[in-house]
């Protein structure tokens, strides 16, 4: 069965420095991953996508990720962390044609350190 | 809108109580979603749509759980005899369905608490 496995649950960085979230997931086929972010009482945000091509994907608001097959991982990156960085990330793996459904981790809490 | 709609953003129900969550998706996008949100968790899929044809309800909890989405555009989530346990944020997604399209537009989503 298809899952996602993000085991920080909460991460705290301090502004300005590097960021990686940690990312794993099982599935049979080539998977269609995702990272998407939730900020306090809004709708999740497709930050990046991946399915086929480069495994380094560039994303909106400076997040880039990259696919490792051998590891089964897509852990997303950004260099220099901004305190309206802080809320929660979601890692997601597309199911099904077409990402018919998508499988969603448990969530990684992202605090910023002033 | 020029985005995912979902009212009310919050409801209150008693235990027992039947209730009826609404999503307006994004003009024009085939592909409608459901997904049922805990709190401090990340969101899990319940019933997928492509216009009026629901074809996947495998994550639907129980036969309590109905969805709908009559002509294609506007869908409705229903809960009969609400449980405590059915307390989260219900999230609709929608996505124009197009070859090779995977990005879904979510709403902000309706928080249910049963008291």
């Known amino acids: 069965a298809q899952s996602v496995t993000q085991p920080d649950i909460h991460i705290t960085v301090s502004e300005g420095a590097s960021l990686e979230l940690r990312c794993n997931y099982s599935?049979?086929?080539?998977?269609?991953l995702f990272w998407y972010v939730q900020s306090p009482g809004q709708g999740l945000q497709l930050l990046l996508k991946?399915?086929?091509?480069?495994?380094l994907v560039q994303g909106i608001k400076g997040f880039e990720a990259e696919f490792k097959r051998s590891q089964s991982s897509f852990n997303l990156r950004k260099p220099s962390v901004h305190w309206s960085d802080a809320a929660e990330y979601f890692c997601?793996?597309?199911?099904?044609?077409?990402?018919?459904?998508?499988?969603f981790g448990s969530g990684t809490r992202l605090s910023i350190r002033p | 809108g020029a985005g995912v709609s979902q009212s009310p953003r919050y409801k209150v129900a008693k235990r027992g109580q039947d209730v009826a969550l609404r999503c307006d998706p994004i003009?024009?996008?085939?592909?409608l979603f459901w997904y049922q949100q805990a709190l401090g968790q990340g969101p899990e899929f319940l019933t997928y749509?492509?216009?009026?044809?629901?074809?996947?309800k495998s994550g639907l909890p129980s036969d309590r759980f109905f969805a709908e989405r009559p002509e294609g555009s506007v869908s409705t989530l229903k809960i009969q005899r609400t449980q405590q346990e059915d307390s989260a944020v219900y999230l609709c997604?929608?996505?124009?369905?197009?070859?090779?399209?995977?990005?879904?537009?979510f709403g902000q989503g309706t928080r249910l608490t049963v008291v």
């Open positions: 749509f492509q216009n009026e044809a629901q074809l996947d």
């Open positions: 599935y049979g086929a080539t998977p269609y």
């Open positions: 003009s024009g996008h085939v592909s």
């Open positions: 997601a793996v597309g199911a099904g044609s077409s990402a018919s459904k998508i499988i």
């Open positions: 991946y399915f086929s091509g480069d495994t």
């Open positions: 997604a929608s996505r124009t369905g197009g070859a090779g399209d995977t990005e879904a537009f």
